[in-house]
């Protein structure tokens, strides 16, 4: 049975009673003295995860400190590409379950968050291009994931506008061809979390900063925010791109490079591009909006910082690499860019679960992969909450494998990430 | 071709008159929506269409209403339009051409019959973000519903066989940028031009001037001083040898350190300047009220900008809805040229109008209407009539007090709202200022400076003024980077409230606050109430501001709704972050000329002319092979080939500090390198992981001459950069000679006998060893000669100045006839390398891949001082390996597993297992075996002989380990 009406029939009341006020899709609540669980981070990871443990857990004693609005860093401004074709076999399962809960996810939210699985191209331009690619459908074959190499004829067939002819500099020999990967409304996903959050007791707290995390003998004793202190036993790290300013509050250093992605998007056009297509090679991805939008991005900035400014050379480096895949689009214009801020572990891999301090959790190091595994993370650190136990799908992510020297080796796949 | 009528007609041309920028000689004709119509050089495809009577120019995004012109300026959505194949050109900027073919886009079946309006019936159940909760379930249906909801979507089209345009760039630099060519633009140029600094004025106009264009007053005795200021700033800024004009020209970012960017066409500029100074202008604001979105309801200088600039009249029985002098100076503007003004609707008191025009427009017996505003747009395509109503004592509408007047022209003159983009950009910060109802800039950067209407000031006398002293402060700051503080920032100045706060009247049909998505201001309340009540969360609920206007005209009135809704003030609401482009810039101007060239060797054409298969190869084209790759690895096994290797890097060290340096970036031992000596070296990151290998030789007392992978060339030249520059550089010099030297491998048993017939050098075993360098004159050309070994056979490596490659390759070619010699391409060197089981990087290797792993434990010296990777490898080498890469021999010699499969092992479930995978593999003609490299558990790996079984399409096929090399294992033909 579903907790709330059916948004439908939320939407048919309104249209037919537009005096009544629309019931809201969180609340806003005074701070309490004390939560169980309190989660920094108002993105998708830190709403799914509050989302979860009330879910399956029955944990609602819950706060989700957002400094700003929800959804207001990485979930917001990532390229909404959900996939699980990865390289390493740790990294395919975990997506792959995360797949799983995004296909199901509307339905689950009763909110629509529009996952539209298209298919994902990722394409090779050069023979160890195609081996990668090869690699990847192999290892994504045997983990039960669809996936496979397809060639110059079957991609013109998927993407008619892609330049497959004989072009000397970046040709198209073959693709990774990923059926269920595809896009989503990104913001949709923060929203329909946080509503069913906020709908079985989690509290959000937006415009709520965290100042400092109180620790007492090796163990999480509280957090202070710009709105008040909050007593707890139990904080996760849901921050993304401002994880390690949180972990530098409990001493905790983290072995993660942080860097700016940028991203842009044009005005709308008819559709007529279906699938999102990726160039490992020419550092670009793009793929087309319900709105017709073309969506698009490249790999993380050269150097370090946490400046959203955006850059120029950026703008001028994927207009030339669109144009390489698709000459046809040089009438069409860019209408916006923007950046998020990433962290980066060296293997490319994210950090999940326990830290030295007792009670304080870690969801980090999501570098420019994090939105996708969103339901996923959020599912997996709520049963670790829950039963004090890391699920065997997120040991691999562990932060003691750097102590230990067992990497994952998703960088292994030596291209952009998307 | 259809033609509407025999006689072009344009109704709505008004008589010649000075300041248009149309040539009324000449009659062009272009086509809109497949009917043709007539303009003259200098007018709009917009200008062109009103002339013709044209009012409905698109279909709105969401509910396909008709719309027409609204800004007339190029800042909102309603007038786009496909031009053959550019989609989404606003056709009010784009001067029209002859021929054009201009089409209405997102119609269905068309643009006066749009059945795709029809989901207005619908509105009640669509209201903003209804697509969030409808079609959920069930489930399956979604990409149905999807597919249609695609098709209704988007505005204009990409047509598939669109040619790629001519697109370039043009670096700029400068003491002064301004940005905007108004009465405040010019000024400021001026001012900063006579401070001595170099000045570039950019304006997205045809002509410099701005506002000034087109609101001449009309009698030019009221106010004199106005009337004769834009000739002379333009006579002035063309005077001013410091000032360069860039017109059509839209500054589109500012990034950091005055680093900008604006766009001219298909020409990029990028601009480094010491100062800028943002005269970018306003915003003209639209009102909300019922149907404010109908053909024929028109903000005041988009009236103006037709009437002046064009000579076009868009209605003839006007009404002007008002709250300041601006709209009066339209009303006394229209009157002037014969135009029946219906009404002025002011929502003032009579006595704060103070408008010149006053007396003049009141005695003509016009209308006036004071305290009152506009209820209605009455019409279903076009204007036919204003609904206006009284406004009460508490700032109500009295609904008792409705009216209809009969119009078909309703002008909106309610305020401005400052163009403040790129003052944001800067990093510059902006107040609510309730005195003049704007939000206006307050602070900004060093050498960043706002002036004009963009921070606030309208009156012309003032902005020219205000601006020519910023001007000659941001010369003073080009010149010595010094603030003025108090100079820093016009404040705007203090004048007649020239914007009302009035945004929206209520009313019981649409009322419009974003033209771009269609929504309206109760959407915006309705999101708000759903909890999406910070601005924020409202832009990306609603979408507003996210279309093609990117907030210009929706922006300042969504504000004022999301403070009153939530009863915040308008400052605690705030603004969005506005990025750049400013104006949307095609894909094709961003990128210019394509700037990666495919490089090629000096023998490239040769290597055409032999029939050679290219590939791609890092930067470069290289031949694959000649036709038979198997033949030509055979051909260097029994006699003799030639392989173009140009492209490996080529870096030249010289100087004392150089065995250091090389000791400290490779793997293994440098410093007792002597003379004459190669050494094959790996190189590691910090992390422990192969970047790169190659050869380095020590070529005399102190140069040595190191090659990289061809893929790897750049990249090794920068990471040797890096690590000089970071205190490892001393008494080291270094140069890429990559370009400088081609290179070729001789390879076979039978090379030594060809060399020897082009040169006087020794070649003898004994003289000239395996790993030995030395220079030679090969057909009279002086090279270097490497003997190398990747092949497995005799060889020597033949580097020569690239002036006369193609010469001393087609002398090789030559002296090797005797002895069949035969060119061999990259396939056939695969084929060799992995029979003596050479690893490649980057294809053996991938970003994970440490050498000791990757069984190049010979070249890892652990007991060196201190080298890259070194502290990585000494813990890999304490806690053991986790893969290592070894030889594999198939079982069946005639089954090649492709590079990147897996090797597998069931587990007790029968589920396979990734133990490893493949990274090369070849069959071999000369071992007549399918062999490769592979990744293995070291147990496994360690075992000679030991079977695997690797998954190739989807059946899993035998495989034995192999430790030696598949040929000549003792290396004996190396070194014959």
């Not at chain 2, 495809?45 to 013709?52: E, G, N, P």
């Not at chain 2, 989901?119 to 669509?126: A, I």
């Not at chain 2, 209804?130 to 379930?137: A, L, N």
């Amino acid at each position: 049975m579903l907790p709330t009406k059916q948004m439908s029939v939320q939407l048919l009341r309104q249209a037919f009673n537009s005096s009544q006020p629309p019931p809201r899709m969180w609340r806003s609540h005074e701070l309490k003295e004390r939560y169980d669980v309190v989660i920094i981070g108002g993105g998708a990871h830190g709403l799914a995860c509050a989302y979860y443990l009330a879910k399956e857990h029955g944990i609602t004693d819950v706060a989700v400190l957002e400094k700003s609005y929800i959804g207001a860093g990485g979930s917001g401004r990532n390229t909404a590409i959900v996939r699980s074709n990865y390289l390493t076999p740790e990294g395919v399962r975990f997506y792959n379950e995360s797949v799983k809960l995004y296909e199901q996810l509307s339905d689950d939210l009763n909110f629509n968050v529009m996952f539209s699985q298209r298919g994902h191209l990722t394409l090779a331009h050069t023979d160890g291009g195609v081996n990668t690619m090869r690699r990847r459908a192999e290892v994504n074959q045997i983990e039960g994931v669809d996936s496979r190499l397809i060639w110059p004829d079957e991609i013109k067939r998927l993407c008619p506008y892609l330049d497959v002819s004989d072009h000397p500099r970046y040709p198209i020999l073959a693709a990774l061809y990923h059926p269920p990967g595809g896009i989503i409304r990104h913001d949709a996903v923060v929203w329909g979390y946080a509503h069913q959050a906020d709908v079985r007791g989690a509290h959000i707290h937006q415009n709520t900063e965290v100042t400092g995390i109180k620790v007492k003998k090796g163990k999480v004793t509280g957090v202070e925010t710009t709105r008040g202190r909050i007593k707890t036993g139990t904080v996760l790290n849901a921050t993304a791109g401002w994880a390690s300013t949180i972990t530098t509050m409990v001493d905790i250093k983290l072995p993660l490079t942080t860097i700016p992605l940028q991203a842009c998007v044009t005005e709308p056009l008819k559709p007529f591009l279906d699938v999102v297509v990726v160039s490992g090679s020419l550092h670009v991805y793009i793929s087309q909006t319900d709105r017709g939008e073309l969506v698009m991005g490249a790999s993380v900035d050269p150097f370090s910082s946490y400046s959203m400014a955006g850059s120029l050379t950026f703008l001028e480096g994927i207009a030339g690499h669109v144009l390489e895949l698709f000459p046809a689009l040089s009438n069409v214009r860019i209408l916006r860019q923007w950046a998020g801020i990433c962290e980066m572990p060296p293997d490319y891999s994210p950090i999940m679960g326990f830290t030295p301090i007792n009670g304080f959790l870690i969801d980090v190091g999501w570098g420019t992969y994090g939105f996708k595994a969103s339901p996923i993370a959020g599912k997996t650190l709520a049963e670790l909450i829950a039963t004090d136990k890391t699920p065997d799908l997120i040991a691999p992510f562990r932060l003691s494998r750097f102590e230990e020297n067992d990497l994952v080796g998703e960088k292994g796949a030596a291209s952009v990430g998307h | 071709m259809r033609t509407e009528q025999d006689t072009l007609i344009t109704p709505n041309r008004l008589h010649p008159k000075e300041g248009e920028v149309i040539d009324r000689a000449t009659t062009i004709r272009f086509t809109f929506d497949g009917v043709e119509y007539p303009a003259h050089p200098g007018d709009t495809v917009a200008s062109a269409l009103t002339a013709a009577g044209v009012q409905v120019l698109s279909r709105s995004f969401k509910y396909h209403r008709p719309r027409g012109l609204l800004c007339c300026s190029g800042h909102c959505p309603n007038c786009l339009v496909q031009i053959g194949d550019e989609p989404n050109v606003r056709a009010c900027t784009r001067p029209v051409e002859a021929g054009m073919e201009v089409r209405a886009q997102n119609v269905w079946p068309s643009l006066k019959r749009d059945l795709l309006s029809l989901t207005q019936l619908g509105s009640r159940f669509m209201p903003v973000g209804f697509y969030y909760k409808t079609f959920i379930r069930p489930q399956k249906l979604w990409p149905l519903y999807e597919h249609t909801l695609r098709h209704v979507a988007g505005l204009g089209e990409v047509h598939i066989d669109t040619p790629l345009g001519e697109f370039d760039k043009q670096y700029l630099h400068t003491d002064v940028v301004i940005a905007g060519g108004g009465p405040a633009g010019i000024s400021a140029a001026l001012g900063a031009a006579e401070g001595g600094a170099q000045v570039l004025l950019f304006d997205e106009n045809p002509t410099l001037g701005g506002h000034l264009r087109f609101t001449v007053p009309l009698d030019s005795s009221s106010t004199p001083e106005v009337s004769k200021d834009l000739p002379e700033l333009l006579e002035a800024a063309n005077q001013q040898p410091n000032i360069a004009v860039f017109t059509d020209t839209s500054v589109l970012g500012w990034y950091q350190d005055n680093w900008l960017c604006a766009v001219k066409g298909t020409r990029l500029f990028k601009i480094r300047t010491k100062s800028v100074v943002v005269a970018t202008g306003a915003y003209e604001v639209p009102l909300i009220f019922d149907n404010n979105d109908l053909p024929g309801v028109m903000l005041g200088s988009a009236v103006q900008r037709l009437v002046h600039l064009f000579g076009v009249l868009p209605g003839k029985q006007v009404v002007i809805v008002t709250a300041n002098e601006d709209g009066w100076d339209v009303a006394a503007d229209l009157q002037s040229l014969g135009v029946n003004v219906g009404a002025i609707v002011d929502e003032r008191e009579p006595n704060a109008c103070s408008s010149p025009y006053r007396d003049g427009l009141v005695n003509a017996g016009v209308p006036v209407f004071y305290r009152h505003t506009i209820l209605e747009a009455i019409g279903s395509n076009a204007v036919r009539g204003a609904k206006i109503a009284r406004i009460d004592e508490r700032a109500a509408i009295s609904p008792t007090t409705t009216q209809s007047l009969n119009c078909n022209l309703i002008v909106i003159s309610m305020g401005w709202t400052p163009a403040t983009e790129l003052a944001y950009m800067t990093g510059g910060k902006s107040e609510y200022n309730e005195e003049c109802a704007k939000i206006l800039p307050v602070s900004s950067p060093p050498g960043v400076y706002v002036v004009g209407r963009a921070s606030g000031t309208h009156a012309v006398d003032s902005q020219i003024a205000e601006a020519h002293q910023i001007g000659s402060t941001a010369a003073a700051f080009a010149g010595s980077g010094e603030v003025n503080k108090l100079t820093a920032q016009s404040s705007g100045t203090l004048e007649p409230r020239r914007t009302s706060d009035r945004v929206c009247v209520p009313g019981n049909k649409k009322r419009f606050v974003c033209y771009c998505e269609d929504v309206t201001d109760e959407d915006v309340e309705l999101a708000i109430a759903e909890g999406y009540d910070s601005i924020e969360l409202l832009k990306r609920y609603s979408t507003i501001s996210m279309g093609p206007c990117q907030g210009a005209m929706c922006s300042m009135n969504t504000i004022h709704l999301c403070a009153r809704a939530n009863d915040w003030t308008v400052q605690e609401t705030g603004t969005t972050t506005a990025r750049p482009p400013t104006t949307p810039v095609t894909l094709g101007a961003l990128a210019g000329q394509n700037m990666e060239p495919v490089q090629t060797t000096p023998i490239h054409q040769w290597h055409l002319d032999h029939g050679a298969a290219m590939m791609v190869a890092g930067l470069w084209l290289r031949p694959n092979h000649y036709g038979d790759p198997a033949a030509e690895a055979m051909g260097v096994r029994e006699r003799v080939g030639l392989i173009d290797v140009s492209p490996l890097g080529k870096l030249q060290l010289t100087g004392p500090g150089v065995p250091e340096l090389l000791e400290r970036i490779y793997t293994n031992r440098w410093e007792n390198l002597r003379v004459g000596r190669v050494r094959y070296g790996v190189m590691c990151n910090d992390e422990g992981v192969v970047l790169n290998d190659g050869v380095c030789a020590h070529l005399n007392d102190e140069t040595w001459y190191m090659t990289t992978t061809s893929t790897g060339a750049t990249t090794i030249f920068e990471w040797l950069q890096w690590w000089l520059q970071s205190g490892w550089g001393e008494g080291i010099h270094l140069t890429d000679l990559t370009d400088v030297y081609s290179a070729f491998n001789l390879a076979g048993p039978q090379s030594r006998a060809v060399l020897e017939k082009l040169t006087e050098r020794d070649l003898a075993s004994k003289a000239f060893p395996y790993m030995r360098i030395r220079s030679a004159k090969i057909a009279d050309v002086p090279c270097r000669l490497l003997r190398l070994g990747f092949t497995g056979e005799l060889s020597y490596e033949v580097h020569c100045p690239s002036g006369y490659a193609l010469h001393v390759w087609e002398a090789l070619m030559e002296a090797g006839r005797e002895f069949g010699i035969a060119p061999f391409g990259v396939e056939a060197q695969r084929i060799l390398r992995l029979e003596k089981a050479h690893i490649i990087v980057g294809q053996d290797t991938d970003a994970m891949s440490d050498p000791l792993s990757a069984n190049m434990a010979w070249a890892v010296k652990l007991d060196k001082p201190d080298f890259l990777g070194k502290p990585s490898l000494m813990r890999i080498s304490d806690e053991g390996l986790k893969q290592l890469l070894v030889g594999f021999k198939m079982a069946d010699p005639d089954v090649v597993p492709d590079e990147g499969l897996q090797i597998v092992e069931p587990d007790a479930d029968g589920r396979l297992k990734i133990i490893g995978w493949v990274t090369s593999s070849r069959f071999s003609p000369t071992l007549a075996a399918a062999i490769g490299l592979c990744w293995l558990p070291p147990e496994l790996a360690s075992q000679d002989g030991a079977p695997f079984t690797i998954r190739i399409d989807g059946h899993l096929k035998e495989a034995r380990v192999q430790h030696s090399a598949f040929y000549d294992p003792d290396g004996e033909r190396l070194r014959m």
